[in-house]
């Protein structure tokens, strides 16, 4: 028995974890999601609805992404979800001694494991749709 679809299985549902929680986020506190999106995405003026939408639409491809349905799009929007939000952290990286920027760097891993899955995403077997 091939170790690769229980090793993309292990990769796809961390990955999922973590873009669940964040998805999650903005419909349970839509405040501080607003102000993650102002800090480091430059928009303001994000309410509550539009970022509760935005979770929904989140969580939709996030169930496609986690039952490993059309793989091609739902790997792909993840995969570009979490590249523009670890490239917006940018500033963070640059100065990694400040309190909890050390942290930030745990999104490089993840993006590689993004783009693994991404790249694998056809052996990708494993409890899929």
């Known amino acids: 028995m091939s170790k690769l679809p229980i090793a993309l299985l292990t990769l796809r549902l961390s990955i999922f974890l973590v873009m669940f929680m964040w998805a999650l986020d903005k419909l349970v506190n ?34 496609g992404f986690v039952l490993g349905y059309r793989k091609r799009i739902t790997y792909g929007v993840v ?6 939000s ?7 990286y640059l100065d990694p001694w400040e309190p909890y920027h050390l942290l930030f760097f745990a999104a490089w891993p993840m993006l590689a494991a993004c783009f693994t899955l991404y790249l694998l995403r056809d052996h990708d077997t494993k409890l899929t749709l």
């Open 30 to 63: 839509p405040a501080h999601a607003a102000a993650v999106y102002e800090h480091f995405y430059f928009l303001s003026g994000i309410g509550g609805e539009l970022m509760r939408t935005i979770g929904a639409i989140e969580l939709v491809i996030l169930a």
């Open 79 to 84: 995969l570009i979800v979490h590249a523009v």
């Open 86 to 92: 670890t490239l917006s952290c940018f500033a963070q």
